[in-house]
Structure formats: structure tokens, C-alpha cells
């Protein structure tokens, strides 16, 4: 079983920064792959980027050269570093984990957090 916290998610305007970051436990085994998703209201949810515990990582094309992915193991906790923020980056973000390396598949999710950009 593994519980997620997210947090980091606010009102920014355009072209403004935000990170946010999930803490994870585990009760189990160690969490390999760790991502964010987004949902946008009317959209499918959508990757945005992944990483895995060795480090190897994957970003959506929309965000690339704006967000990074990183990871803190020692404190199992993932961060999303955005940058030049744009309308179109509103959404809910969900923070998943995973047991295994398949870094678009994930059983555990968690709350979500609001990210708006708006002027």
C-alpha cells in the first residue's frame, strides 16, 4: 500500500513558477516509478512527466523546456518544477507511484492539487 501527499499548488500568473511535491510511503516494497498526471476540466487526464528511482525520466512534449522531474529518495518524495507557466498548464495535478518501472503505468494516486494560472 502506498499513500501519497501532494502539495506545492496555488494561483500564478503567466509566465510565474510553481513546484510542487509528493511524499510518498510505502508499507511494502520500494516505489519504482513516480510521475504527475493533470486533468484539465472537459480533457482526459495526461501525463506530464515521470521519473524513475534510477532516475530516468520522461516529460510531456507540451511541457519540455518548462517543467522538470525530480526525485528525492532518500525521502521518497517527487517534485515538479514549473516554469513559464501558461493558461493552458491549468489543471488539477495528481501525483502516482508505482512497485514497478513502467513509467506510464501506476496503481497508487493521490488527491490531487489545483493549479491555476491566470492573470
Known amino acids: 500500500q502506498v499513500t501519497l501527499v501532494e502539495s506545492g499548488g496555488g494561483l500564478v500568473q503567466p509566465g510565474g513558477s510553481l513546484r510542487l511535491s509528493c511524499a510518498a510511503s510505502t508499507t511494502r516494497f520500494a516505489i519504482n516509478a513516480m510521475g504527475w498526471y493533470r486533468q484539465a476540466p472537459g480533457k482526459q487526464r495526461e501525463l506530464v512527466a515521470a521519473?524513475?528511482?534510477?532516475?530516468?525520466?520522461k516529460l510531456a512534449d507540451a511541457v519540455k523546456g518548462r517543467f522538470d522531474i525530480s526525485r528525492d529518495g532518500a525521502k521518497n518524495t517527487v517534485y515538479l518544477e514549473m516554469n513559464s507557466l501558461k493558461h493552458e498548464d491549468t489543471a488539477v495535478y495528481y501525483c502516482?507511484?508505482?512497485?514497478?518501472?513502467?513509467?506510464?503505468?501506476?496503481?497508487?494516486w493521490g488527491q490531487g492539487t489545483q493549479v491555476t494560472v491566470s492573470s
Open positions: 521519473i524513475s528511482s534510477g532516475g530516468r525520466t
Open positions: 502516482c507511484a508505482s512497485y514497478y518501472y513502467d513509467l506510464d503505468d501506476y496503481d497508487y
